[in-house]
């Protein structure tokens, strides 16, 4: 199982649990090329589409920018998860994700508070990465590029994240706050996919032990308005 498998495996009972009832339309935002959730969206009965320029081919995706993706008609549910945090206009998008829901519609968000990558939580990943092989995952590089820059954490991550020009936790959630009215908020375990022999569990009981922050958001909020 790949990395974006167990990941995928792990947040689709948040996501499922609040879409509205099949068949919904439901739009995936940033699927990636395995599909993200849209083959369990349709195995549960929903009309589904998946956005991403790296989309798979087929009828039920569209090879594109959500800016630019040309969504005929409302929807009632949204789902993105870690796509957000490194659009180039977070307003835009989120502006768009509300004009795309029919009043009522669900937005159902899984995302990363990069903040919260403090500099224990890096180094108890780094100890629990698996062998690079052949293709690394991006935890390596984020290893290897500190140890090489000299500079301590906060003053790399953040030089990286200007660079990468990522949007922090806290902007998705104030930017999702100021467009939907929110059902739920939850932070829990983020890495856990990309590390060897570590599991959600593992990974969630050693944030209840103060040992690393909790890095992913899991938000659900209701378009209100007509």
């Not at 068949?23 to 969206?41: D, K, M, Q, S, Y």
């Not at 995706?61 to 009632?76: K, L, S, T």
């Not at 835009?92 to 403090?118: I, K, Q």
């Amino acid at each position: 199982m790949t990395e974006r498998e167990r990941w995928l495996d792990a947040t689709w009972p948040f996501v499922r649990d609040w879409l509205p009832a099949a068949p919904a339309r439901v739009v995936e935002i940033g699927c990636g090329p395995l599909g993200g959730f849209v083959p369990r969206l349709e195995q549960a009965g929903y009309e589904a589409t998946g956005i991403d320029p790296k989309a798979p081919e087929g009828p039920s995706y569209r090879q594109a920018e959500f800016e630019h993706a040309g969504i005929a008609g409302p929807v009632d549910a949204i789902v993105a998860s870690l796509s957000l945090h490194h659009v180039a206009d977070l307003g835009e998008v989120l502006d768009r994700m509300r004009a795309a829901l029919v009043p009522g519609g669900m937005a159902v968000v899984v995302e990363w508070a990069r903040e919260g990558f403090d500099e224990a939580t890096a180094r108890w990943c780094f100890a629990r990465l698996p062998e690079p092989g052949d293709d690394p995952g991006w935890l390596h590089g984020q290893r290897d590029e500190w140890r090489e820059s000299g500079l301590p954490w906060g003053e790399w991550l953040r030089s990286w994240a200007q660079a990468e020009g990522l949007h922090t936790g806290q902007d998705i959630l104030n930017g999702l706050d100021a467009r939907f009215v929110r059902e739920t908020l939850g932070f829990g375990p983020y890495f856990f996919a990309d590390l060897a022999a570590t599991s959600e569990a593992d990974e969630q009981a050693a944030i209840d032990a103060g040992l690393i922050k909790a890095n992913r958001i899991q938000y659900a909020g209701r378009r209100g308005g007509s």
